[in-house]
């Protein structure tokens, strides 16, 4: 057996986990920790059960159970075998099994005990996916709970070991490995914004092939790129046997990416960061790295999981180049400036932070724990993805109101799909179609079955035509998805809902409606907004569920979804369809109307006949309220105002408005109220002396000697004032007064034109008068204008009709 740097740690490896129950393994990459640990485990004497090895990728899983089972000289099932979601080989023999992550989180949640198992191993820790973290927390509680001897190893390749350590136990052992040393160089071939990706790698590769020997394995963002790349490459190189990797791949060209090619031909692997870490490719001593990353991001805002393409950090870069160096020296070329490479982030963000947490929640919901902070984590889940995730359970009928799992949540749970897919294949199975809705459900998680195209009735229409192994693989999962439902609940109700109602029942906030005759913006149940291609054939429908979409929140651009139409709604999820009674304010008034929605979406309006009177007094109290001095009468309260009575002031008429404003309202819609009934309101709400002293200090009216009346203004900056005709005045000698204040007297002529404005009457009869007068008698002949007005009868009348009446 080939001796790997792994091996020569394994006695302090095997060592600290006979002394405690948990140990931090640190290994480079190539080292050998994936294959060589797990069977030295099998003969210690802790170890009388099963092993499970967690794997990021269902492809490294399966890879590294093959691979320990040919180092036992067996097939994988026998003493190794491997659980994925589309394959699996086990058998009762079977001592290893290694699964991905999120199949051991099905597992430990289904059983807390973890009977039978001896030990988790947790491969490529620190590429920190959420599955990993949420497997890690719970097994640290089933040993600190339940499971006192099962043994926790945590395999990383970065120094992230320390921070595990700490996690595990204060004084967890930590072991670090070696890795194998061949030299590796760098070359640093620089980028251009003006050259795109592929032509840029399909530039990169041909160089490494003319250059090197030995198989080359090409770094590329996603399967798009991939395959862009591999048509020219099979164009510029026809001798290179080109060869994709990703996990749209099916397992037999998996094998052929990972192992040397049996014929001795070189090869050229194009691969998604799915070969970063885990795999050992047979044969590859050049690596060519675009420098780009493709991760899956949360946007809480949109609801939506999109993939967004960053630049790879310095770890992963580390890592994609040490590919080259596994087997013997080797050489890494990157498509990027050398000066530039320290200005990338050192690591990737844990999917902690970015990624949907709704399953996570729901699976500690079933753990029976409400708050994700009671749990070990190097990352404690964000607050904000909590709150996001727990809204749309909760939409689900998965959670109640205080985060416990309902029964509902308890079906959602038993199922290994994300909590909305799980609604869609539980809802099938209530109504007859289970199947129908599993592969639906595993249509949204599996890119690239059926093709491409956003309308996913085409794309399973296609997928059921499919007669490949990768295809056929799927349907079986569906199936066996379907049967785990129809043994969750029974059958009840209608059979046969249409696809986009089994979407719908999953992704309820995602039903949506078109909003322009195009077909290219959409509001959904939730509130939010997408974009659909208007060529799109699902542009003319009026409404559609969306099942992905990419994109910010503001934008996104719909990238899968199906038709439905308004009578399926009203026909098979009634109590999604609620009833609105909706006050508006226009402005002016208030309009009643009755809207049945579907969450934001407004199905149909129109006239409320019966609305809520107290909710219209409501409204109109408030607008009265918003802006009280274009309701009240300002004189009034300017009067108030100047006598001190605070009963009238704003802030107390707020705090009183339901004794004087809201009986002023009853059937009323708008605040269009006659004034008297008003001031009649608001003198209601004085007593007897606070009206006595109203008409005391600011009485309403000035009444001259002429014995007409005039409005005393209390609103202006010179208030107390009045205007009144100067010849009212004649006959008085002392100053009129309000209170203690003299009163601003405006003079005006005959016409209503301002003559002077005093408060020192008898100053100005003896003073400007005389030459007001002078002014007076040959603008108004008619009029008299005595000397010595003090002394004069009042009267507003002419001289010869004054004579008359005095005669």
């Not at 949640?109 to 996916?129: P, Q, T, Y």
């Not at 770094?219 to 749209?248: D, K, M, N, S």
């Not at 205080?402 to 897919?421: F, K, N, S, V």
């Not at 109290?621 to 100047?642: F, I």
Request: with cysteine; aromatic share 4%; proline share 7%.
């Amino acid at each position: 057996m080939t001796r790997l740097p792994i091996h020569s740690v394994l006695p302090d490896l095997l060592a600290a986990l006979r002394e405690r129950s948990g140990a931090v393994l640190v290994a480079p990459p190539g080292a050998g920790k994936t294959t060589a640990v797990a069977p030295a485990l099998l003969d210690e004497p802790w170890c009388t059960g099963t092993i499970i090895l967690t794997s990021p990728r269902r492809v490294a899983a399966r890879a590294a159970a093959e691979r320990m089972a040919e180092m036992l000289g067996e097939k994988p099932g026998e003493t190794v075998g491997y659980l994925t979601r589309l394959d699996s080989k086990r058998s009762a023999r079977t001592r290893i099994l290694v699964v991905t992550e999120a199949i051991f989180v099905n597992t430990i949640l289904a059983d807390a005990e973890l009977a039978g198992i001896s030990a988790v191993l947790f491969d490529e820790a620190h590429e920190r996916h959420l599955d990993s973290d949420l497997g890690l927390a719970l097994a640290l509680e089933t040993r600190t709970v339940l499971r006192e001897d099962l043994r926790v190893l945590v395999m990383s390749a970065t120094i992230d070991g320390q921070r595990f350590a700490r996690l595990l136990d204060p004084e967890c052992p930590t072991i670090e490995s070696e890795g194998r040393a061949y030299p590796l160089r760098i070359e640093w071939l620089g980028s251009s914004p003006q050259v795109s990706i592929e032509e840029a790698m399909t530039a990169a590769v041909a160089r490494a092939w003319r250059e090197g020997q030995g198989d080359i394995l090409a770094f590329l963002p996603g399967v798009r790129e991939i395959e862009r790349t591999r048509e020219r490459l099979e164009g510029r190189l026809p001798e290179a046997l080109v060869l994709p990797l990703h996990g749209q791949v099916e397992p037999a060209g998996q094998r052929a990416a990972i192992r040397r090619d049996p014929e001795g031909r070189r090869r050229v692997v194009l691969a998604t960061a799915i070969a970063e870490t885990s795999l050992t490719l047979d044969g590859v001593s050049v690596v060519v790295d675009s420098g780009l990353s493709r991760h899956a991001e949360f946007d809480r805002a949109a609801g939506t999981t999109h993939l967004v393409t960053h630049r790879a950090s310095q770890a992963a870069a580390a890592q994609r180049a040490g590919r080259a160096a596994r087997q013997g020296p080797g050489v890494a070329y990157r498509l990027w400036e050398e000066a530039g490479h320290a200005g990338r982030a050192p690591y990737d963000l844990p999917e902690m932070l970015t990624a949907d947490l709704a399953p996570l929640v729901l699976g500690l919901a079933r753990w029976g724990t409400t708050d994700p902070a009671s749990l070990q984590w190097l990352d404690p889940p964000p607050e904000a993805s909590v709150s996001a995730a727990r809204r749309t359970l909760q939409a689900l009928g998965a959670l109640d109101d205080q985060g416990r799992i309902t029964p509902r949540g308890e079906q959602l749970a038993h199922l290994p799909l994300d909590p909305q897919g799980a609604a869609t294949v539980l809802f099938g199975a209530e109504h007859g179609v289970a199947e129908n809705a599993a592969q639906l459900a595993l249509l949204l998680q599996e890119r690239g079955l059926g093709g491409s195209g956003d309308d996913l009735e085409q794309r399973l229409s296609r997928w059921n035509a499919d007669r490949g192994a990768r295809a056929d693989a799927s349907r079986r999962l569906a199936a066996r998805w379907a049967r785990s439902a129809e043994q969750l609940v029974s059958r009840t109700g209608e059979r046969n809902p249409s696809l986009g109602i089994l979407l719908a029942a999953g992704r309820p906030e995602f039903i949506a409606k078109r909003r322009d005759a195009h077909g290219e913006n959409w509001i959904a149940a939730g509130g939010r907004g997408f974009i659909l291609d208007p060529t799109s054939p699902l542009a003319r429908s009026e409404f559609i569920v969306i099942g992905d979409a990419q994109g910010q929140a503001k934008g996104a651009r719909i990238t899968a979804a199906i038709a439905l139409d308004e009578a399926e709604l009203e026909r098979w999820l009634p109590e999604r369809i609620e009833r609105h009674k909706r006050l508006d304010w226009t402005g002016d008034r208030v309009e009643a109307s009755l809207e049945r929605r579907l969450g934001a979406i407004n199905l149909a309006s129109g006239s409320d006949p019966a609305p809520d009177p107290q909710a219209i007094v409501d409204i109109l109290v408030e607008k009265a309220l918003e802006n009280p001095a274009k309701l009240l009468p300002r004189d009034l309260l300017a009067r108030a105002r100047y006598a001190g009575i605070s009963a009238l002031s704003p802030d107390k008429l707020a705090e009183n408005a339901a004794l004087w404003l809201v009986p002023l309202l009853a059937g009323r819609r708008d605040l269009d109220l006659p004034r008297s009934r008003l001031v009649d309101a608001l003198l209601s709400q004085l007593d007897w002396d606070a009206r006595q002293r109203l008409d005391r200090f600011a009485p309403r009216e000035f009444v001259s000697p002429a014995g007409t009346s005039h409005a005393i203004d209390y609103t202006g900056e010179d208030a107390p004032s009045v205007e009144v005709r100067v010849q009212a005045l004649f006959g008085l000698e002392q100053h009129p007064m309000v209170g203690d204040t003299p009163l601003l007297l405006k003079l005006t002529s005959p016409a209503g034109r301002p003559i002077q404005a005093t408060r020192d009457l008898p100053g100005f009869w003896r003073g400007s008068w005389a030459d007001v007068r002078k002014d007076m008698k040959g603008r108004y002949p008619k009029h008299r204008w005595p000397e010595e007005p003090w002394a004069e009868k009042p009267s507003l009348k002419t001289k010869n009709a004054f004579s008359r009446s005095e005669g």
